[in-house]
């Protein structure tokens, strides 16, 4: 069964803190995501890589950063804590475009609140 | 400019009968592809049915089918006979272009409540 797996399921973090979300998948897949989700904006993407050590900015990579030293994991890191990232963060991985449909699969988020 | 939109924030519909979720898109790329999610109140996002800019046919999962009508820019989420467990959130989502294109791009999102 396909599983990509995110370190926590709720996260409260203080203003300035450094902030690590992990994820992991064990698909081999290529490609991995993070995005955010706010009520009435739907899910915008912060970060993406297509391989390991490689990344591209997203949408709003702003106060984000990312890192991928291995296939299976791909991390977000939150260098100094805002109450402005308070939000629900998604994981995701899928392979390559020219694997058929390219479907995405989830974690289960991380609801992550800064106080 | 809004590349996705889904206009209808909320929609219900009565147990057993189909309901039509809109979703347009924009895009100048000639080769795309078009997802839609489903996210139920626990969280998780579940793939339910993907449809490519080249399909010459309409998408179909099951109860899932999918309205593509690609001169209005449309790929509208048909579910028919709805059950209590298709109350959720669904999204509407297009990845553009081919082989070395990775961003997927979400709309904001219809929240379906299906009633008994």
């Known amino acids: 069964d396909v599983k990509v797996t995110q370190s926590s399921r709720y996260l409260v973090k203080r203003t300035g803190e450094k902030v690590f979300l992990e994820c992991v998948q064990d698909m081999d897949h290529e490609n991995m995501f993070w995005y955010r989700q706010d009520p009435g904006l739907g899910l915008r993407l912060i970060y993406f890589s297509y391989d390991v050590k490689m990344k591209e900015k997203g949408d709003i990579p702003e106060g984000y950063s990312v890192s991928r030293e291995k296939k299976e994991r791909f991390s977000l890191i939150l260098e100094s804590a805002s109450t402005n990232q308070t939000s629900m963060y998604l994981c995701a991985s899928s392979l390559p475009i020219g694997g058929g449909n390219s479907e995405q699969f989830f974690g289960p988020g991380t609801r992550l609140t800064v106080l | 400019a809004q590349k996705i939109t889904q206009t209808q924030p909320g929609m219900f519909v009565q147990e057993k009968e189909a309901v039509t979720l809109d979703c347009t898109y924009d895009?100048?790329?000639?080769?795309?592809?078009l997802f839609w999610y489903k996210q139920p109140s626990s969280g998780e996002m579940i793939f339910l049915i993907y449809?490519?800019?080249?399909?010459?046919q309409n998408a179909t999962e099951g109860r899932y089918s999918l309205n593509f009508q690609k001169a209005r820019k449309s790929a509208n989420l048909v579910i028919s006979a709805s059950q209590l467990g298709d109350s959720a959130m669904y999204f509407c989502a297009m990845r553009e272009g081919g082989s070395g294109t990775y961003k997927y791009i979400f709309g904001t999102g219809t929240r379906l409540k299906v009633l008994a």
């Open positions: 449809q490519g800019s080249y399909d010459q």
């Open positions: 895009t100048s790329d000639p080769s795309y592809g």
